[in-house]
């Protein structure tokens, strides 16, 4: 250990666990210490391995619970209801399939950084092994889509994982665990410490943020002419403190900002020095200024292949300070110049301040030709589609969502897609924790369950989930729980009847063959939504839309809406992969042969 | 561009200090296997009962961001105490056991024992035509060893994979972070 470092790492003591606590069974345990962590809801399915700590959930009358229709929902409602609401989110399933069916969820609350406990049953520790009626190996399975796992051998040591795991999901750079727990330790009695009594198991970080690099940082971005601020999920992770000291910081340096799409709503998207997301599918103004900046200010985000483009063709002349928690995003796909590892609202909270002393002696050049080129950037108008008076386009009705929900506390979640492309580009956020979508694992039918989880933690807000009709039928069943738990969830299906990304990428790159990407029969979504017990609404001409999503705000229960779009349009702008941000096509420049063959092994 | 791509890849040692708990080797492995990174050699044994911790020895190869990387993901696993480098610390030992198995009759008899004198290899079994010599010391050493027994009459080699430790009296509990600190 050294004074010059600026880690602390306190290695857990093997001191003997301490014979006081209050005697109960690991079932109630579970509870207790679900609601010792502050867990006001949990999303989950009963099963075999789990019937205990349901017993115990039986007589409870604070945790609320959510009963799903398959535990992928369980997963991703608790992901929505983390991302919502900066809490960990929580889920309880059973042995075997309960646990499989987990599996995704947690690779994408992995990806996306997600903290989730996941409380899973096992068969008892006696039959683990034999290949017993719905064991499987869970802490096997899930050992690389979480970021810890527990297998719990006995009842003396479940009150301390317990605590250990709500403190692993919440701590650094968050992430979902599983806690295994077989059906003879949620049987059996033992001592139950609270959390602040309980030994610490794991090593303990403690970062600080390096001063040295704060002021290289500040002298980095003061003399900058062409600075851009590149931020990501990082930032929403933080938590609130984050997102102002970004506000504060961006507002006070005249710089402008992009993001990547987790990063959405951490800096609010009518101001003027916000360029919109950038990446693949980015805006024409946002790829262009990481392309040609000078100094480039990435706060929690990891320079993924989505955003980056090219990887040599990356941002070639830019000088590049990288905050963020976990240090091996450092230096991982793109090398940076001023590596900052620490939570991004201190770090942000210091930046800020050694930017104003500095302020305070000289001024920093202008960045007014680099405005006037953004400005010409921005007059391309790289969202510009073709209106239509016939048909509903997606562009269009992701618009007048936006419009005729912005006196609304909305939430919006959705599905993985052109439909999720489309609501980030056209749907606008100005707080953090409004915006819940797959980013990091793509997964087709998180949005549906996520809006549960949004709803759960907001009752009153209006939660809305951007659709495809592909995506939502992956969890479509989980309209069902909508309507048993009275949660309003609104589910806004662009319906072009295509798998429209992957019909995009097929005519774009595969010579418009168009291989199992159109969907010959799909449900009336109308007649389903009835079918549910929920109400369903059509829109199929422009001219009835308006009317027919006031229609559907106002609905005090769940719905699902079936906007009939436009079926061929394409998502622009795009970075053709194999190029580099400045080598977009956009709507009205599209040809066909954009990709080479080199690019088609990229995307 | 990735930092020092294009660079030559080198062998690293790196000691893992890790919570004794189960499954702690299939995370660690997990890691190389997802990750596509390389092992030459892994050896593991818990080292301290009292404090539940284990020690693991991998050696493996790559540029020199790759074996960054390799660092800071390892240091990231929950039950991983910390990572040493050995191969960048000056004061890191590292050391290798084998059995060797020859076979022999004659003059290559009495050359066999003839080369394990000069590698201080000790003979731990003997029949009329044949040795199995134990030996150890660093990697390359135990390498040219068993060179130079293949011609004699080689049969089979066993061998432990590196182990490390580093000189003087402190414990091996600078973690992978700190070093960087303290390198800077």
């Given at each position: 250990m050294t004074t010059t470092s600026n880690i602390a790492q306190i290695h857990p003591a093997s001191e003997p666990t301490p014979l006081v606590g209050i005697p109960m069974s690991g079932a109630e345990m579970v509870?207790?210490?679900?609601?010792?962590?502050?867990?006001?809801?949990?999303?989950?399915?009963?099963?075999?391995?789990?019937?205990?700590?349901?017993?115990?959930?039986?007589?409870?009358?604070?945790?609320?619970?959510?009963?799903?229709?398959?535990?992928?929902?369980?997963?991703?409602?608790?992901?929505?209801?983390?991302?919502?609401?900066?809490?960990?989110?929580?889920?309880?399933?059973?042995?075997?399939?309960?646990?499989?069916?987990?599996?995704?969820?947690?690779?994408?609350?992995?990806?996306?950084?997600?903290?989730?406990?996941?409380?899973?049953?096992?068969?008892?520790?006696?039959?683990?092994?034999?290949?017993?009626?719905?064991?499987?190996?869970t802490v096997g399975i899930t050992r690389s889509c979480t970021k810890h796992n527990w297998l719990v051998s006995s009842v003396d040591d479940l009150s301390a994982i317990l605590h250990e795991a709500f403190y692993v999901a919440r701590s650094g750079r968050p992430g979902p665990v599983v806690v295994d727990i077989p059906k003879d330790v949620q049987f059996a009695t033992g001592m139950y410490l609270p959390p602040e009594r309980s030994p610490k198991r794991s090593k303990r970080t403690v970062r600080h943020v390096d001063a040295m690099k704060i002021a290289e940082a500040t002298e980095l971005m003061a003399t900058a002419q062409r600075p851009v601020f590149y931020t990501g999920g990082g930032v929403i992770n933080a938590g609130p403190r984050a997102s102002e000291a970004l506000r504060a910081l961006v507002r006070e340096t005249g710089f402008p900002i992009t993001s990547t799409l987790m990063g959405l709503g951490a800096f609010p998207a009518p101001d003027k020095q916000w360029l919109g997301m950038l990446g693949m599918h980015g805006s024409w103004e946002a790829n262009h200024a990481m392309h040609d900046c000078d100094v480039m200010i990435c706060v929690g985000a990891r320079f993924d292949d989505r955003v980056t483009g090219r990887l040599d063709a990356f941002s070639p002349n830019s000088k590049k300070i990288h905050i963020d928690i976990d240090p091996s995003s450092i230096n991982k796909n793109v090398r940076v110049d001023v590596p900052i590892i620490a939570d991004a609202a201190e770090a942000l909270e210091q930046l800020l301040v050694a930017w104003r002393n500095r302020a305070k002696t000289s001024k920093p050049p202008s960045t007014k030709t680099w405005w006037d080129q953004i400005e010409g950037w921005r007059n391309r108008q790289g969202f510009a589609y073709r209106p239509s008076n016939d048909v509903i386009k997606p562009q269009y009705a992701i618009e007048r969502l936006y419009a005729l929900t912005r006196d609304k506390d909305v939430y919006i979640t959705t599905e993985v897609g052109q439909h999720?492309?489309?609501?980030?580009?056209?749907?606008?956020?100005?707080?953090?924790?409004?915006?819940?979508?797959?980013?990091?694992?793509?997964?087709?039918?998180?949005?549906?369950?996520?809006?549960?989880?949004?709803?759960?933690?907001?009752?009153?807000?209006?939660?809305?989930?951007?659709?495809?009709?592909?995506?939502?039928?992956?969890?479509?069943?989980?309209?069902?729980?909508?309507?048993q738990h009275r949660l309003p969830i609104k589910i806004f299906i662009l319906n072009n009847e295509w798998m429209g990304m992957v019909r995009q990428w097929q005519q774009l790159l595969h010579g418009e063959r168009y291989s199992h990407s159109y969907s010959e029969a799909l449900p009336d979504f109308v007649k389903l939504a009835e079918a549910f017990g929920a109400v369903g609404i059509r829109a199929e001409k422009p001219d009835e839309l308006d009317a027919k999503i006031i229609q559907m705000i106002n609905e005090p229960g769940p719905v699902l809406f079936d906007c009939r779009v436009a079926k061929t349009e394409n998502c622009f702008p795009m970075i053709p992969s194999g190029k580099p941000h400045n080598e977009m096509i956009l709507a009205d420049t599209f040809v066909g042969d954009e990709i080479d063959d080199d690019g088609k092994k990229l995307v | 561009m990735p930092p020092h791509a294009g660079e030559p890849a080198e062998s690293r040692t790196l000691a893992i200090m890790v919570d004794n708990e189960p499954g702690v080797l299939?995370?660690?492995?997990?890691?190389?296997?997802?990750?596509?990174?390389?092992?030459?050699?892994?050896?593991?044994?818990?080292?301290?009962?009292?404090?539940?911790?284990?020690?693991?020895?991998?050696?493996?190869?790559?540029?020199?961001?790759?074996?960054?990387?390799?660092?800071?993901?390892?240091?990231?696993?929950?039950?991983?105490?910390?990572?040493?480098?050995?191969?960048?610390?000056?004061?890191?030992?590292?050391?290798?056991?084998?059995?060797?198995?020859?076979?022999?009759?004659?003059?290559?008899?009495?050359?066999?024992?003839?080369?394990?004198?000069?590698?201080?290899?000790?003979?731990?079994?003997?029949?009329?035509?044949?040795?199995?010599?134990?030996?150890?010391?660093?990697?390359?050493?135990?390498?040219?060893?068993?060179?130079?027994?293949?011609?004699?009459?080689?049969?089979?080699?066993?061998?432990?994979?590196?182990?490390?430790?580093?000189?003087?009296?402190?414990?091996?509990?600078?973690?992978?972070?700190?070093?960087?600190?303290?390198?800077?």
């Amino acid at each position: 250990m050294t004074t010059t470092s600026n880690i602390a790492q306190i290695h857990p003591a093997s001191e003997p666990t301490p014979l006081v606590g209050i005697p109960m069974s690991g079932a109630e345990m579970v509870v207790r210490a679900l609601k010792d962590h502050g867990v006001d809801t949990l999303f989950g399915y009963p099963g075999g391995a789990v019937l205990p700590i349901y017993d115990a959930l039986f007589s409870d009358e604070d945790v609320r619970h959510i009963l799903v229709r398959h535990e992928q929902g369980a997963g991703h409602a608790a992901e929505g209801y983390a991302r919502s609401t900066g809490k960990v989110g929580c889920a309880l399933v059973t042995s075997g399939p309960g646990a499989t069916n987990m599996v995704t969820p947690l690779a994408d609350a992995l990806l996306d950084s997600i903290p989730m406990v996941v409380i899973t049953g096992q068969v008892a520790t006696h039959l683990i092994g034999t290949d017993a009626f719905q064991e499987c190996d869970t802490v096997g399975i899930t050992r690389s889509c979480t970021k810890h796992n527990w297998l719990v051998s006995s009842v003396d040591d479940l009150s301390a994982i317990l605590h250990e795991a709500f403190y692993v999901a919440r701590s650094g750079r968050p992430g979902p665990v599983v806690v295994d727990i077989p059906k003879d330790v949620q049987f059996a009695t033992g001592m139950y410490l609270p959390p602040e009594r309980s030994p610490k198991r794991s090593k303990r970080t403690v970062r600080h943020v390096d001063a040295m690099k704060i002021a290289e940082a500040t002298e980095l971005m003061a003399t900058a002419q062409r600075p851009v601020f590149y931020t990501g999920g990082g930032v929403i992770n933080a938590g609130p403190r984050a997102s102002e000291a970004l506000r504060a910081l961006v507002r006070e340096t005249g710089f402008p900002i992009t993001s990547t799409l987790m990063g959405l709503g951490a800096f609010p998207a009518p101001d003027k020095q916000w360029l919109g997301m950038l990446g693949m599918h980015g805006s024409w103004e946002a790829n262009h200024a990481m392309h040609d900046c000078d100094v480039m200010i990435c706060v929690g985000a990891r320079f993924d292949d989505r955003v980056t483009g090219r990887l040599d063709a990356f941002s070639p002349n830019s000088k590049k300070i990288h905050i963020d928690i976990d240090p091996s995003s450092i230096n991982k796909n793109v090398r940076v110049d001023v590596p900052i590892i620490a939570d991004a609202a201190e770090a942000l909270e210091q930046l800020l301040v050694a930017w104003r002393n500095r302020a305070k002696t000289s001024k920093p050049p202008s960045t007014k030709t680099w405005w006037d080129q953004i400005e010409g950037w921005r007059n391309r108008q790289g969202f510009a589609y073709r209106p239509s008076n016939d048909v509903i386009k997606p562009q269009y009705a992701i618009e007048r969502l936006y419009a005729l929900t912005r006196d609304k506390d909305v939430y919006i979640t959705t599905e993985v897609g052109q439909h999720q492309m489309w609501a980030a580009q056209y749907f606008h956020f100005d707080k953090p924790n409004h915006w819940m979508t797959s980013g990091g694992l793509g997964t087709m039918g998180y949005g549906l369950p996520a809006a549960l989880g949004v709803q759960a933690a907001h009752p009153g807000a209006l939660v809305i989930d951007i659709a495809g009709e592909a995506s939502v039928q992956m969890t479509m069943q989980e309209m069902s729980t909508a309507v048993q738990h009275r949660l309003p969830i609104k589910i806004f299906i662009l319906n072009n009847e295509w798998m429209g990304m992957v019909r995009q990428w097929q005519q774009l790159l595969h010579g418009e063959r168009y291989s199992h990407s159109y969907s010959e029969a799909l449900p009336d979504f109308v007649k389903l939504a009835e079918a549910f017990g929920a109400v369903g609404i059509r829109a199929e001409k422009p001219d009835e839309l308006d009317a027919k999503i006031i229609q559907m705000i106002n609905e005090p229960g769940p719905v699902l809406f079936d906007c009939r779009v436009a079926k061929t349009e394409n998502c622009f702008p795009m970075i053709p992969s194999g190029k580099p941000h400045n080598e977009m096509i956009l709507a009205d420049t599209f040809v066909g042969d954009e990709i080479d063959d080199d690019g088609k092994k990229l995307v | 561009m990735p930092p020092h791509a294009g660079e030559p890849a080198e062998s690293r040692t790196l000691a893992i200090m890790v919570d004794n708990e189960p499954g702690v080797l299939a995370r660690v492995v997990g890691l190389f296997s997802a990750r596509g990174y390389n092992i030459e050699s892994l050896t593991v044994a818990e080292t301290d009962k009292s404090a539940h911790t284990s020690r693991i020895t991998v050696v493996t190869r790559g540029e020199p961001n790759i074996i960054d990387q390799i660092k800071s993901q390892l240091d990231r696993i929950v039950s991983v105490r910390n990572v040493i480098d050995v191969t960048r610390d000056p004061n890191g030992v590292q050391r290798e056991l084998a059995l060797v198995k020859v076979r022999s009759t004659g003059a290559d008899r009495i050359e066999a024992l003839r080369v394990s004198e000069i590698f201080r290899a000790k003979v731990i079994d003997t029949t009329l035509e044949s040795f199995i010599f134990e030996m150890t010391g660093a990697s390359d050493k135990i390498d040219a060893f068993i060179d130079l027994m293949r011609p004699i009459g080689l049969v089979e080699v066993s061998r432990t994979g590196v182990l490390s430790i580093h000189r003087g009296p402190e414990l091996d509990r600078v973690s992978t972070a700190e070093a960087a600190a303290l390198a800077k």
